[in-house]
């Protein structure tokens, strides 16, 4: 079965700076698109960013020249650099395939203090 282990949230100040992982197990992670999602108090999970198995990136407006998505398939991970970042950033962060796998890690807190 697939597991999807995220890492690398915490606690900011606004402007601050976070660089997120997900480590990939059971699949073949080399091939697959791969995306980060994040969830807000009390909100619906949302779309982050993706990055395809051949390196093509694109993230979500609200993101873009903040969040940089990449990956390194050599060790089955894939990394979200998060920078000036901002209150409305607050929430678990989560990665999975695109298209995704039923199943989810348990995400990664982050909270960004105004």
């Known amino acids: 079965q697939v597991q999807l282990v995220e890492s690398g949230g915490g606690l900011v100040q606004a402007g601050g700076s976070l660089r997120l992982s997900c480590t990939v197990s059971?699949?073949?992670?080399?091939?697959?698109?791969m995306g980060w999602y994040r969830q807000a108090p009390g909100k619906q999970r949302e779309f982050v960013a993706r990055?395809?198995?051949?390196?093509?990136?694109l993230v979500d407006a609200s993101v873009k020249g903040r969040f940089t998505i990449s990956r390194d398939n050599a060790v089955n991970t894939v990394y979200l650099q998060m920078s000036s970042l901002k209150p409305e950033d607050t929430g678990v962060y989560y990665c999975?395939?695109?298209?995704?796998?039923?199943?989810w890690g348990q995400g990664t807190q982050v909270i960004v203090s105004s």
């Open positions: 999975n395939r695109i298209p995704q796998y039923a199943n």
């Open positions: 059971g699949s073949i992670f080399s091939a697959d698109d």
């Open positions: 990055i395809s198995s051949s390196g093509y990136r």
